[in-house]
């Protein structure tokens, strides 16, 4: 996509929040103009994230805001601003999550990334042969290349019905549209219930899921 992108001298920004935890990155291999991501998708504190941008584009951008250590001079006639990273990074930055996202970074680095895929990958076939065994239930997004993530719907049981008992049951899902309300229409569907997995979880995590989604299926049918 990038590459068709390019082609038609078309900006390309990757929203690689996703990606970032679970597979190895090259934005130079990419090609992209922009990269992003968010910290606390990779076990960072929250409201902290990265953006990679291409130098010369960055270097044509206008600060998006004003504040301390962005300017070189100022004066009524004209303001010219610092070099890059700096024009960007007005006033006091977030100190305490730079750090803890620096630390994310080097704890991740400690570990195989693909002995990390390889075990969210068993959890996932794991998760999505046990939750197929659920009357009704239906999977949304098959693809054979996947993270560990399973959306899915129950037929007769709304999402947010679910999500409810399951969190009374201490078992953290997401509910709703997840940002892809068109995707949703597309498929027909007010929203899905969607399981994510992470290093740190286990198998017998991924069955007191499947445990408490049976019980409030049948709390709801």
Same mark, same amino acid.
């Given at each position: 996509?990038?590459?068709?992108?390019?082609?038609?001298?078309?900006?390309?920004?990757?929203?690689?929040?996703?990606?970032?935890?679970?597979?190895?990155?090259?934005? !130079?291999?990419?090609?992209?103009?922009?990269?992003?991501?968010?910290?606390?998708?990779?076990?960072?504190?929250?409201?902290?994230?990265?953006?990679?941008?291409? %130098?010369?584009?960055?270097?044509?951008?206008?600060? /998006?805001? @004003?504040?301390?250590?962005?300017?070189?001079?100022?004066?009524? %006639?004209?303001?010219?601003?610092?070099?890059?990273?700096?024009?960007?990074?007005?006033?006091?930055?977030?100190?305490?999550?730079?750090?803890?996202?620096?630390?994310? *970074?080097? /704890?991740?680095?400690?570990?195989?990334?693909?002995?990390?895929?390889?075990? %969210?990958?068993?959890?996932? %076939?794991?998760?999505?042969?046990?939750?197929?065994? +659920?009357?009704?239930?239906?999977?949304? @997004?098959?693809?054979?290349?996947?993270?560990?993530?399973?959306?899915? *719907?129950?037929?007769?049981?709304?999402?947010? #019905?679910?999500?409810?008992?399951? #969190? !009374?049951?201490?078992?953290? *899902?997401?509910?709703?549209?997840?940002?892809?309300?068109?995707?949703?229409?597309?498929?027909? +569907?007010?929203?899905?219930?969607?399981?994510?997995?992470?290093?740190?979880?286990?198998?017998?995590? *991924?069955?007191?899921?499947?445990?408490?989604?049976?019980?409030?299926?049948?709390?709801?049918?």
């Amino acid at each position: 996509m990038i590459a068709e992108a390019k082609k038609r001298g078309i900006i390309t920004v990757v929203d690689g929040a996703q990606a970032i935890p679970h597979l190895p990155v090259d934005v !130079q291999d990419l090609g992209c103009d922009f990269y992003a991501f968010s910290g606390h998708k990779m076990y960072a504190p929250t409201g902290i994230g990265v953006l990679y941008g291409r %130098e010369e584009l960055l270097e044509q951008m206008p600060p /998006w805001q @004003g504040g301390g250590e962005m300017i070189d001079q100022v004066t009524f %006639e004209k303001t010219t601003y610092a070099k890059l990273p700096f024009k960007f990074e007005a006033g006091t930055p977030h100190i305490a999550g730079i750090i803890g996202l620096g630390e994310a *970074v080097r /704890w991740m680095r400690d570990y195989d990334l693909s002995a990390m895929a390889a075990h %969210e990958h068993a959890l996932l %076939e794991h998760g999505t042969k046990e939750l197929l065994a +659920i009357d009704g239930l239906r999977i949304i @997004g098959t693809a054979k290349k996947k993270v560990g993530v399973i959306s899915f *719907v129950i037929e007769g049981v709304h999402h947010y #019905d679910l999500g409810t008992l399951l #969190d !009374q049951q201490g078992i953290a *899902v997401r509910t709703g549209h997840h940002c892809t309300q068109p995707l949703m229409e597309h498929f027909s +569907i007010s929203g899905t219930t969607r399981a994510s997995f992470a290093p740190f979880n286990t198998i017998a995590e *991924v069955d007191a899921m499947v445990a408490a989604t049976k019980k409030a299926v049948k709390m709801l049918r």
